[in-house]
């Protein structure tokens, strides 16, 4: 057909090329010795090939982009069959089976077992043979080799804050789920640090509108639970301390109503907000005594639970010694109690007082060797006694410093109540020298400064004092998170 090639081969091979090329008829091409470039018929062929493909290939490209419009959901539908085809072949070729029959296991929540087996019952129209095992039969669990998947079930509210447990760790098959007491302390204590009535309302409306699907953030619609919480409870404390969108000044009518109905009425019906009184200052200390209060209710939680965990998975050295068990637990009440009788009921230590507080402080700090001989780890001193003294101070050490920086932790909470009360107290004197117009703008950028800002930061510290004052008294071992086998649809 007149076309051109050129043959390129090793010296050797040369002979062998030129019987391969005559045997299919090509003919040797003689150029004169003489010639120096490139034929202009063979550069206008190559011009006039390009043009060509370039046609031939914009062509492609347009049926290709017709074929992709008209045929979509033809398209997806078959991507997603040939995923999940090649991900059920890949699972198939990975089971235990024989010519006739495959043999499947797994873990099943227990809540699920009666549906998950009679649908299997009915896929299979009855050619398949189950057998339910309970955890402690389970040879690699028995043997300590593999940990029981935990899925916790709550309700859409508690469930909405299973995401701050699974972050941190999941919790042992069998021991206390902490997801409701989570639920509650992060309301509480979010609602304390971010008292305003109007910007707890704006919380609460987003959660309404996210649970409706009204507003879609697309996996943040889950926590609308927790938006509605923390709304309720920030307006609930910006009742109490008049605040409304920075305002101290719309909530009096009920702050009077209210404080009228136990004695004389006053407005706000707790004034955070510093003042020349001289009762504003009991109050702020008040504030921090009270939060200092709910952190001691939060470490004991938090404590008691560990005490039980542990009963519950028959490390009773665990449970009974160490700064987080028994003894460690008895030396933090009875401090904190020892301290409120000298401070507010004028008691007068005595000798039963240090004994009782030296006695759970020694086998808090001690306890090392007591726990491995309940538990039945051998040897009871580990590293000699040297080693065990010398740990044990350091454990003392650790011991003080660790009750004392937790207790004084939830001090943030009332500094963030009185910080949020002073930044709300600063817009609104901005706003009102600000004229009308500028007023109304300094209120609702400052507002929303503060609902988006000061609210990141306040939901980052209350997560904060659960993680590490609450979890870490008991969150000292971690399970793990029960995930289903799914499908991935798409051409990955």
């Known amino acids: 057909d007149s076309s051109r090639i050129m043959a390129a081969t090793s010296k050797k091979g040369r002979f062998a090329l030129d019987t391969e090329l005559k045997r299919f008829g090509f003919v040797n091409m003689e150029i004169p010795k003489d010639f120096e470039g490139i034929p202009e018929d063979v550069i206008e062929s190559l011009k006039n090939q390009v043009i060509e493909s370039e046609a031939s290939l914009r062509h492609l490209d347009e049926e290709r982009s017709n074929f992709a419009d008209t045929h979509t959901d033809s398209i997806h539908h078959l991507l997603a069959a040939f ?49 339910e095992y309970l955890p402690t039969e389970v040879p690699s669990v028995i043997a300590g080799e593999e940990q029981v998947p935990v899925k916790l079930k709550h309700g859409k509210f508690i469930s909405s804050f299973e995401r701050m447990i699974f972050s941190y760790g999941s919790p042992l098959y069998g021991t206390i789920d902490p997801t409701p007491f989570v639920a509650v302390f992060f309301t509480v204590l979010f609602g304390i640090m971010f008292g305003d009535c109007g910007q707890g309302l704006v919380f609460l409306l987003m959660g309404i509108l996210m649970a ?5 953030v697309g996996g943040w619609n889950k926590f609308a639970p927790i938006f509605m919480a923390i709304g309720v409870s920030s307006s609930i404390m910006g009742l109490i301390t008049g605040e409304f969108f920075t305002n101290e000044t719309l909530l009096e009518p009920f702050a009077m109503w209210v404080t009228g109905l136990f004695g004389e009425p006053h407005a706000p019906i707790l004034k955070v907000m510093p003042s020349s009184d001289p009762n504003s200052v009991k109050v702020i200390f008040g504030i921090f005594g009270m939060t200092i209060g709910l952190g001691f209710i939060i470490n004991s939680i938090g404590l008691v639970i ?24 008895v030396f933090f ?12 009921f004028k008691h007068v230590p005595s000798a039963a007082d240090w004994v009782i507080i030296g006695i759970t402080l020694f086998f808090a700090a001690f306890g090392e060797p007591f726990e491995r001989l309940l538990n039945g780890e051998r040897p009871v001193i580990e590293n000699g006694i040297g080693a065990m003294v010398i740990g044990g101070v350091v454990e003392l050490i ?43 703008l300094v209120m609702i950028i400052g507002n929303a400064v503060v609902v988006v800002l000061e609210g990141m930061i306040v939901a980052i510290q209350v997560i904060r004092l659960q993680y590490y004052e609450f979890f870490s008294k008991f969150f000292n071992e971690t399970g793990s998170e029960f995930k289903p086998l799914q499908f991935h649809y798409g051409n990955k």
């Open 333 to 344: 009440w009875y401090v904190v109690i020892f301290a409120l009788r000298v401070a507010f």
């Open 306 to 329: 560990n005490i039980i965990n542990k009963m519950t998975q028959k490390k009773w050295g665990s449970a009974l010694f160490g700064k987080i068990g028994l003894a460690g637990t």
């Open 212 to 216: 409706a699907k009204v507003i879609k």
């Open 398 to 440: 650790e011991v003080i410093s660790n009750y004392l920086s937790s207790s004084i932790s939830f001090v943030r909470v009332g500094a963030f109540a009185l910080a949020h009360a002073v930044l709300g107290f600063i817009i609104h004197m901005m706003a009102e020298r600000s004229g009308i117009i500028g007023g109304a």
């Open 83 to 131: 995923s999940v085809g090649a991900q059920v072949f890949d699972i198939q070729n990975s089971l235990e089976s024989t010519s006739m029959v495959y043999r499947l296991t797994g873990w099943i929540p227990s809540q699920e077992t009666a549906v998950f087996m009679k649908e299997l019952d009915e896929l299979t129209e009855g050619r398949i043979a189950i057998r």
